[in-house]
Nanobody, 121 residues
Framework: QVQLVESGGGLVQAGGSLRLSCAAS????????KAWYRQAPGKQRELVAV???????NYADSVKGRFTISRDNAKKTVYLQMNSLKPEDTAVYYC???????????????WGQGTQVTVSS
């Protein structure tokens, strides 16, 4: 059983910052790509940022220069530092990971439960 647990969401004023964390636990051999997605009310879930096992990153155009994704492999944790937040960043943020499970060496997709980020104007 693999779990992803997010934390760090909350309410912040426009221009403020938040740092999201996503910790993986369970029967894990390795974690490949990890990513953050978000879903605003009435909208489809969208990719915000992704980081590979080698540390390469990619961002949605809407967050480039404001958000930074990073990972601590020893802690099996990925972070999303969000600066200069805007009201349009308001959404539920979900952590995703491609995990090789130790029990059978197969790779599966896992999602966190989501954490609410609300940016007030």
């Amino acid at each position: 059983q693999v779990q992803l647990v997010e934390s760090g969401g909350g309410l912040v004023q426009a221009g403020g910052s938040l740092r999201l964390s996503c910790a993986a636990s369970g029967s894990i051999s390795s974690i490949n790509a990890k990513a953050w997605y978000r879903q605003a009310p009435g909208k489809q879930r969208e990719l915000v940022a992704v980081i590979t096992s080698g540390g390469s990153t990619n961002y949605a155009d809407s967050v480039k220069g404001r958000f930074t994704i990073s990972r601590d492999n020893a802690k099996k944790t990925v972070y999303l530092q969000m600066n200069s937040l805007k009201p349009e960043d308001t959404a539920v943020y979900y952590c995703h990971a491609d995990v090789e499970v130790a029990t059978n060496s197969r790779e599966y997709d896992y999602w966190g439960q989501g954490t609410q980020v609300t940016v007030s104007s």
